[in-house]
């Protein structure tokens, strides 16, 4: 995916708050865990609690090392018992292959059933903002989207071409995931570009966009020394898992969970010249106390915003602090994320 097309990274955020984009994101890896110890399998990996989840919906969870730390972040959707599937980074897929690949032979070496498929035979298209649903509807014969919501699954034709559909994605703007054989994924981008309301948009509007929902990208605000709880997402361990925390690492996630940590991750509002990663966060009398992760200029919202890791003592919404570019020590202020509101579809929708 390019940085951008013709618009520009601020008329494509835009574009996309007020219509819809559309992202090739054929560069994640898309995969499946199948076979009836299919879920145990993957909650040994993972935070979240899938056998809780419905037939068809997902969660955010996490992968985790024997430290806590995060190996990646990933989207997990339950199709059915004995069918996980799952979308990994693409930055993350070699590592993430391994790892999962070393485990599941352990796993079937004990007699266990589960079975890591790689879906290298499908593209991803990722549907995004309020035109989303009214884009994608004329193209279904057999689901109705005012009744399909956040995180629901489908396996169904869209515009006679066999997908999975997720209602998902990585804007904070309602839309939708959609996976499609490499045969027909450019037939399909062409069925929605048809739409005035639609424009294909790059990887810095993406970026942007991310960014203004509050949502971690990995590589900048999540990495494998830093664990969920830090990250501000205790959120994704399943509350059933909680006292066992039989995952890798879970007994440092445990003594977090108990005793608390040193540092979070929090948003900033900031002047001067935007903030970018590993700009330093400072106190008012020159103290280091953390880092930027990812910082940007806002198309939605005309103002630098960022985010980063702060000592814990410092990270309450309206502290003032400093953050440092190219020499320059800015004004920010510690603020409550998302930065923009999220629209996710969780239902009363009228109908187009």
Known sequence: MPIQYKESIMDSSIFCRKNAALFDVAHM???SFRGKDAVEFLESLIVGDVASLEDRTGTLSVFTNDKGGIIDDSVITKVDGEDIYVVLNAGCRDKDIEHIQ????????????????IHDDRSLLA???????????PLL???????????????????????????????GEDGFEI??????????????????RVKLTGLGSRDALRLEAGLCLYGN????????????????????????????GGEVIKKQMADGVSKRRVGFVSKGAPARQHSEIQTADGETI???????????????????????????????????????????TVTKMPFAPTTYFKGQKDPA
């Open 29 to 31: 890896c898309g995969a």
């Open 102 to 117: 070393s485990h599941v032979k352990k796993f079937q070496g004990n007699g266990k059933k589960a079975d890591f498929i």
């Open 127 to 137: 549907l995004q903002g309020p035109a989303a649903h009214e884009t994608l509807q």
């Open 141 to 171: 014969k057999d689901l109705d989207l005012n009744k399909f919501y956040f995180s629901n699954f489908a396996i169904l034709d869209i515009a006679g071409i066999p997908c999975w559909l997720t209602r998902t994605g990585y804007t």
């Open 179 to 196: 996976s499609v054989p490499d045969s027909h994924a450019v037939e399909l981008a062409q069925k929605l570009l048809e739409s005035e």
């Open 221 to 248: 605000d999540l990495n494998e020394d830093i664990t969920p709880i830090e990250a501000g997402l205790k959120w994704t361990i399943g509350k059933r898992r909680r006292d066992a925390c039989d995952f890798l």
């Open 290 to 332: 953390g880092e930027i992760t990812s910082g940007a200029f806002s198309p939605t919202l005309k103002k630098n915003i960022a985010m980063g890791y702060v000592e814990k003592k410092h990270g309450k919404a309206g502290t003032e602090l400093k953050v440092v570019v190219r020499g320059r020590a800015n004004d920010a």
